[in-house]
């Protein structure tokens, strides 16, 4: 038996990066049939979209894709395809764990953390505007009451599911009281299905200064989009970097798994930095495929390569390229039978 999977390769460091993550899940022996398909600058050159219904149907198809990142022009151009895609397959959870590893320089250790981001509305709804002057722009932040209890209930079922103890909702609801406070009213009250779990919410600017101070006293933290986004990605800082924190994007129907980090364009190319985040973005495929055990060999072998420090990439002071960790992490594999 063999997964049909789709496969989007990416634009920028994309190709690398999913590339040595395809090679780990073929290293795994379970079968996977991968349909390649386009989103991108190369959908944009071969159908004139960044997004091609293609792309889309093949995901609703085989409701299970792995990722690299995408180049969203800053600024101008085409919309970013990630929210086209999370809107249109309604993939409303986007799950990004930031976890510390062994042997990794970074500032803490035995960090634990997992942010769930709401991934279909506040301000990445699409409705901005800006006049033809171009002297006065506005953006909504549209906050409704059935997506905000869905992304907390999420958050509470993954709490109670993956044994962890406290979910911390995070809003700027002293500001915004309409939206935030919407959000916040909904978290209270999901919470108070949840006695098993300790509930507390945070002001979003407080919120960063604490994840930086002490960020032990965390957990499940749930937000809003915009929040959310930027919170994985100081997240990410606190475990050694972008190059380490993988992502999942959890709809009813289908799951899309890519890493926190974008194309990082100015890296296209050279075969440099590092695949682990798209290899635990295909960690959290195999585990939401039920494939437990080629999870935990693919984990075990990324801790070990990571511990021994010898074959990394230079982000984590390495002078191995992309491809040559991915080889590193498929012998561990390999020797671990
Ligand atoms: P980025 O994440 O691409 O890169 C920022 C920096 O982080 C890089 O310069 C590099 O120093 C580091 N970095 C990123 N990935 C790394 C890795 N695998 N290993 C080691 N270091 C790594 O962010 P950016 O430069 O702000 O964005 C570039 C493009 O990516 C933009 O077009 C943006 O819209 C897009 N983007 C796409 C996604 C996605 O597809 N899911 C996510 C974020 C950004």
């Known amino acids: 038996m063999s997964y049909k999977i789709t496969l989007i390769l990416g634009d920028g460091i994309g190709p690398e990066v999913a590339g040595a993550a395809v090679r780990v899940l073929e290293a795994t022996g379970v079968g996977f049939d991968f349909e390649e398909v386009l989103a991108g600058e190369e959908a944009m050159k071969t159908f004139g979209t960044p997004l091609p219904d293609e792309t889309l149907n093949s995901i609703r198809k085989n409701k299970v894709a792995l990722k690299g990142p995408v180049t969203t022009p800053i600024g101008t151009g085409f919309r970013s395809v990630n929210v086209g895609m999370r809107q249109a397959l309604d993939l409303y959870a986007n799950l990004r764990p930031a976890k510390s590893f062994v042997g990794v320089p970074s500032r803490y250790q035995d960090i634990d953390l997992v942010i769930v981001r709401e991934n279909t509305e506040g301000l ?48 700027k609801a002293n500001i915004l009281k309409a939206t935030g406070g919407l959000f916040l009213e909904v978290a209270r009250s999901v919470a108070a299905d949840y006695s098993d779990i300790k509930f507390n919410d945070r002001i979003v600017d407080n919120m960063a200064m604490q994840l930086v101070k002490d960020p032990y006293q965390f957990d499940v933290i749930v937000a809003t989009n915009l929040f959310g986004d930027i919170l994985s990605d100081l997240c990410a800082g606190l475990v050694g970097g972008l190059g380490l924190a993988p992502g999942a994007n959890i709809g009813e129907s289908c799951a899309v798994f890519e890493p926190v980090h974008g194309s990082a364009p100015k890296y296209a190319g050279q075969n440099k930095l590092n695949p682990t985040a798209t290899i635990l973005s295909a960690v959290l495929m195999l585990r939401h495929l039920g494939e437990r055990r080629a999870a935990d060999k693919v984990t075990a072998a990324v801790e070990q390569v990571l511990a021994e420090g010898k074959s990394v990439t230079y982000d984590l002071g390495g002078r191995v390229s992309t491809s040559e960790m991915a080889d590193a992490i498929i012998s561990k594999m390999d020797e671990s039978g």
């Open 124 to 171: 990445y709804c699409g409705i901005e505007s800006i006049d033809e002057a171009r002297t006065r722009a506005e953006s909504i932040n549209l906050i409704t009451r059935k997506a905000s209890e869905r992304i907390v209930r999420f958050a509470f079922e993954y709490a109670r599911r993956e044994g962890r103890k406290t979910v911390t909702a995070v809003h």
